[in-house]
């Protein structure tokens, strides 16, 4: 099965660098989300390729994309749907929302209110839906890919903290190499690449690649390793939350899906390094008397926490 998953995670990886120039570690961070059947934010200013990114990823898997563009009047039965009254019948239909697909773009996630984004938080911890005291299962694989610019703050929302513990990672694009945009260029000359682009797996293979992941060996040395780094984070003196249980498992399950993008059935301490401020630096808060703290500073505090505890032979 596990040689099943690594074929999955190269053609998916493949298919997506095709359009997805020059960006192969974060190409690598959103198959890693898919299999560990987990979610993702984007966060970079606009314009660097951060919708092209989740829409390859949906266009290279045979299911379902809905892209939803999150604004202030944004309503929560706009995300999930709601029951629709049928004279016909005399009864109430349930009218499936955007969320009902494999692939959903919430795309500036930060310009809805609280209330719609909380519409989210069932649907990406339970994969389901309850609409009037019925649960609706979501379809499978289901992954939100969010997207939001961390610079402009006018008309826009702060994720709230239980909603930013349930991205298993934060990621940014950056800038593109000189070369790659020369590229970028050439490539986008006739339209968008992104909508030529072909499935190359299809749903049940990412399930299936889904729970080979959950099977890759991981050595409990690697596991205190883990937990040291998550402790690390509720004891350091720049932190005022550290990392929650669940993120901890969160962190886990990545670094299982890791080894499958690189061909491998069991976890590597590099897995659990490279993955730490992925999957970790967004759900830190810094303590009150460091005000002046923010991302960039939080990522340094918890880069230096990761290399100050000992890798396991």
């Known amino acids: 099965m596990s040689q099943d998953a690594f074929e999955t995670s190269r053609l998916l990886r493949e298919n997506i ?4 120039l020059g960006k192969d570690e974060l190409v690598q961070l959103l198959v890693v989300a898919l299999l560990s059947g987990e979610h993702v934010l984007l966060e970079d200013v606009p314009g660097v390729g951060k919708t092209l990114a989740a829409k390859a990823l949906a266009q ?40 009902f697909n494999h692939v959903v ?34 379809p499978k694989p289901f992954v939100v890919v969010a997207t939001q610019n961390p610079f402009e703050f006018e008309g826009t929302y702060a994720l709230p903290e239980s909603q930013m513990d349930r991205f298993l990672l934060r990621s940014s694009i950056g800038y593109p190499s000189r070369d790659v945009e020369r590229q970028v260029m050439s490539t986008h000359r006739l339209g968008e690449p992104v909508d030529d682009l072909q499935p190359v797996v ?10 080979a992941t959950r099977n890759v060996r991981f050595d409990e040395s690697l596991v205190d390793y883990l937990l040291e780094i998550v402790d690390g984070t509720r004891k350091h003196e720049a932190f005022q939350v550290g990392v929650s249980t669940r993120g901890a498992l969160s962190y886990y399950r990545g670094c ?42 939080i990522t340094q505090h918890l880069t230096e926490l990761v290399e100050s505890i000992p890798v396991p032979m």
């Not at 049928?86 to 969320?99: N, T, V």
């Not at 930060?110 to 299962?137: F, K, W, Y």
């Open 17 to 20: 660098s095709r359009v997805v």
């Open 202 to 211: 299809s749903a049940d293979q990412i399930c299936r690649a889904q729970e």
């Open 60 to 99: 290279s898997l045979h299911g379902s994309f809905a892209r939803l563009q999150f604004t202030p009047d944004l309503l929560p039965t706009d995300i999930t749907g709601s029951a629709i009254y049928r004279s016909d019948s005399e009864d109430f239909e349930f009218k499936k929302g955007p969320i």
């Open 256 to 297: 299982q899906a890791k080894a499958i993008t690189e061909e491998r059935d069991f976890v590597t301490p590099d897995d659990v390094k490279s993955l730490a401020v992925p999957c970790l630096a967004h759900r830190l808060l810094s303590d009150g008397m460091f005000q002046d703290v923010g991302q960039q500073a």
């Open 105 to 138: 773009l919430a795309d500036e996630i930060n310009r809805a209110p609280p209330r719609t984004q909380s519409a989210l938080l069932e649907a990406m911890s339970e994969g389901c839906v309850s609409i009037d005291g019925v649960t609706h299962t979501l």
